[in-house]
């Protein structure tokens, strides 16, 4: 019996696409923010370094943009030279960065800048207020701390999760959800009260009694007739 020889047939696998992040594309939000912005904001600074401990500056308040291997001493820095690097300074426990440095190299439109030892600076991270003051007008789009009117956020930190496409479809769908909710509840309370007007009763119809009380009018008076009195001596 004689048999054909055939080529087996190959199907060619394509791979699938596959969403890299920072590589663009449409769905990609981190690729507007430059690589290393989410690490300064994660990087725990003014810490004792670990290589220059006994070193009188080996406080950790330096950060290399190029390099992204966490906070750096004074003297880290002589292994990044050519590198861009930043200071991190403190205000009230919390990190702050010079406005003349960051705004080099990165946009901070829209985060309120603080002026502290005569210098102009904006805060890394969100710093929750409790409650906000009375009179405030503003506040920050994520964190809810007072802000001035002409500003929308109050770190950088808050300006990241506040233009992310997810937050923003949140924050829509939170909207639609209170205004239905307020339309619902306008029109229960509406529904309520018709049916409050609707049980209430109306008032009563004068009854017979009170009818004829209300029509009866006075008689006239008569006098006891004087023939009929006997007077006795």
């Known amino acids: 019996m004689a048999?054909?020889?055939?080529e087996p047939t190959v199907k060619e696998i394509k791979p699938k696409s596959r969403r890299i992040m920072g590589a663009g594309g449409p769905e990609d939000e981190d690729n507007k923010w430059p690589p290393w912005l989410s690490p300064l904001l994660q990087t725990r600074f003014f810490v004792q370094c670990k290589f220059h401990?006994?070193?009188?500056?080996?406080?950790?308040?330096?950060?290399?943009?190029?390099?992204?291997?966490?906070?750096?001493?004074?003297?880290?820095?002589?292994?990044?030279?050519?590198?861009?690097?930043?200071?991190?300074?403190?205000?009230?426990?919390?990190?702050?960065?010079?406005?003349?440095?960051?705004?080099?190299?990165?946009?901070?439109?829209?985060?309120?800048?603080?002026?502290?030892?005569s210098a102009r600076v904006v805060f890394l991270n969100e710093r929750p207020q409790p409650r906000p003051g009375k009179g405030v007008t503003n506040t920050c789009e994520v964190c809810e701390r007072s802000l001035l009117d002409s500003f929308r956020f109050c770190s950088l930190g808050c300006k990241i999760v506040g233009t992310s496409k997810n937050y923003q479809k949140k924050?829509?769908?939170?909207?639609?959800?209170?205004?239905?909710?307020?339309?619902?509840?306008?029109?229960?309370?509406?529904?309520?009260?018709?049916?409050?007007?609707?049980?209430?009763?109306?008032?009563?119809?004068?009854?017979?009694?009170?009818?004829?009380?209300?029509?009866?009018?006075?008689?006239?008076?008569?006098?006891?007739?004087?023939?009929?009195?006997?007077?006795?001596?």
């Open 171 to 233: 924050k829509r769908s939170q909207a639609t959800t209170s205004d239905s909710e307020e339309s619902y509840s306008g029109r229960s309370l509406a529904s309520e009260k018709i049916k409050v007007q609707s049980f209430t009763p109306s008032t009563p119809p004068p009854t017979v009694v009170n009818y004829r009380t209300a029509k009866r009018r006075k008689g006239i008076p008569h006098r006891a007739p004087m023939g009929g009195l006997i007077i006795e001596f």
């Open 3 to 6: 048999i054909d020889n055939q």
């Open 53 to 117: 401990a006994d070193s009188h500056k080996c406080e950790c308040n330096m950060y290399c943009l190029d390099c992204m291997n966490g906070a750096l001493c004074s003297l880290c820095l002589s292994y990044h030279k050519d590198h861009r690097a930043i200071q991190i300074r403190r205000s009230s426990y919390h990190d702050v960065i010079r406005v003349s440095e960051i705004q080099k190299v990165l946009d901070i439109s829209g985060v309120q800048t603080y002026v502290i030892n």
